[in-house]
């Protein structure tokens, strides 16, 4: 049978088949030009700046390494295309999975890239353990967008530490925005502490949540909807509109208990069907008045400057902290002063109070 001899000659190809010195040598050869061939920090830059896809998933990798050699290589290809970024609308979307986020964001960019508009998607998903591969599943899930020359999506790496991600996607922004890029959209999942990270990124933060049971205004935490500057209820299709009016009515009447947001900007509460492509056009319309209102008002560059300086005390203080706990000596004390506060012989506070100075004398 053809197919027999076909697979025991694979077999044995590969059974103990070992490269020849020759074969070897080659592929030493090859890897020491890639690593000479390695684009410079300009390179990448230059490159990013003309709009080159490549350059900037590639430069987008090196934010994401851990390899301090590629997080000194992303720093200087960030502090190059800085001046060059921050033109653009910067829009967070989040909701509780299987809301239809992903589906929302295919029909939801194409408002935006039909009017020439150049979108990236970028997926911040610190709770990936749980929900693994949910946002890695995008790139196939967003099929049309993917096909779209005026699209970008980059799904986030899985299984890093809130700030950290958070982190990379602000510097994955900078550097889709030195790209061309002049519509951002940061997908997260609402499960919690990441909203808050997501929202300080954004200028405009849109809350995904569906009609009916399961999440209902009852389950929302109120920091969540303060948050938001527009609430969509999806999934008004088939047969569940009755549900999804519903929830607009609720969500409506709950946001007038709010006080009026700093932006002095009243969030509306709107309803669509992301797979129908019904109702997705107003959440454009209402997103071009916001950005147009908030511009006049100054109130734009005041958020956007307050973010700034969020992210400057955020970094010192991860930084801070980073330095601290990968101290060997600290880590040691760490262990004795941890027993003593067990064994109440020491108060949490007198506990830090000393490994702080610890740390301080070893600088
Ligand atoms: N009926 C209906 N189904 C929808 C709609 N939008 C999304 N869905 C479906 O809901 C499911 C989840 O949609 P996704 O877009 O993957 O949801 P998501 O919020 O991105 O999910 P996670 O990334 O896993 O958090 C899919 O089966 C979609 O086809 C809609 O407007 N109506
Ligand atoms: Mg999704």
Redesign the pocket.
Known sequence: MPAKKSSARTLKEVDGAKPSSSLRDTAVQQFKKQQRKAPSTDTFVKHILKGDISYLSRAITLVESTRSADQQKAHHILEKCLPHANQSIRIGIT????????????AFAKCFTQKNRKVAVL?I?PSSTI?KG??L??KT?MEALVKDPNAYIRPSPSGDALGGVARKTRESIILCEAAGFDTIFI?T??VGQNETAVHSMVDFFLL?KLGGAGDALQGIKRGIIEMADAIVI?????G?QKATELARTEFSRALELYPLKDSHWKPPVST?????N?GIEPVYETIIRYISLVKKSGYFDKHREKQNNYWLRETVQQQLSHEFYQNKIVQQALKKYAKAVQQSTMTPFKAAEALLTLSKEQR
């Open positions: 909701g509780v999975p299987g809301v239809g986020k992903s589906t929302f964001i295919e997926a998903d929900y949910s946002i599943g995008d899930r997908e999942v609402g995904l999806n999934k008004a299709d088939q569940n669509c069907s992301a797979v129908c019904q």
